[in-house]
T-cell receptor, first 114, second 113 residues
């Protein structure tokens, strides 16, 4: 069974204090790994797609990386507006799996204090 | 370009009643997905639809739940005879093509009394 485990469950940072969120996955072949951001009371917002080990993607203060077993979301010099729940999801390469059928992790709740 | 629209945003039902949740995908998107987020749990896939077709319903409970995406109008997730365990946030997402890059609505929060 496909599994996605995110750590830590919650992370509190001071503004400007860089850190990383972890996403470990077990999947029968990886077609894609996705990072989403979710604000309280809102739906998830797409951030990145990673397809193969060694791949990196960047957007503003966020950088996502991928290995064969895990992905990291690095946050450089975070600001209070980066506070949100960050979700990791995988799309397995199992035959016939629908493209939008993602397996999500529980998320990491990030709080950035000014 | 309006995003994915879901309504109602909040719905309260008593046990045994029916709940109908509606989702209008983004313009130009023909792929619609429904996910459920139970308290203290992650997002779980329920069903994938294209116009007039259910493509994958492997995440749907076998009883009381149904979904449709008619030729005209929004996609509808229908829950019959609701129970307290159905209380959750139900998210609709759409995409323009075969991809995991989904655009989510703001969700419909169902509370069953």
């Amino acid at each position: 069974e496909d599994q996605v485990t995110q750590s830590p469950e919650a992370l509190r940072l001071q503004e400007g204090e860089s850190s990383s969120l972890n996403c470990s996955y077990t999947v029968s072949g990886l077609r894609g790994l996705f990072w989403y951001r979710q604000d309280p009371g809102k739906g998830p917002e797409f951030l990145f797609t990673l397809y193969s080990a060694g791949e990196e993607k960047e957007k503003e203060r966020l950088k996502a990386t991928l290995t064969k077993k895990e992905s990291f979301l690095h946050i450089t010099a975070p600001k209070p507006e980066d506070s949100a729940t960050y979700l990791c999801a995988v799309h397995p390469n199992a035959g016939g799996t629908s493209y939008g059928k993602l397996t999500f992790g529980q998320g990491t709740i990030l709080t950035v204090h000014p | 370009n309006a995003g994915v629209m879901q309504n109602p945003r909040h719905l309260v039902r008593r046990r045994g009643q029916e709940a109908r949740l509606r989702c209008s995908p983004m313009k130009g998107h023909s792929h619609v997905y429904w996910y459920r987020q139970l308290p203290e749990e992650g997002l779980k896939f329920m069903v994938y639809l294209q116009k007039e077709n259910i493509i994958d319903e492997s995440g749907m409970p076998k009883e009381r739940f149904s979904a449709e995406f008619p030729k005209e109008g929004p996609s509808i997730l229908r829950i019959q005879q609701v129970v307290r365990g159905d209380s959750a946030a139900y998210f609709c997402a759409s995409s323009p093509q075969y991809t995991g890059e989904l655009f989510f609505g703001e969700g419909s929060r169902l509370t069953v009394l």
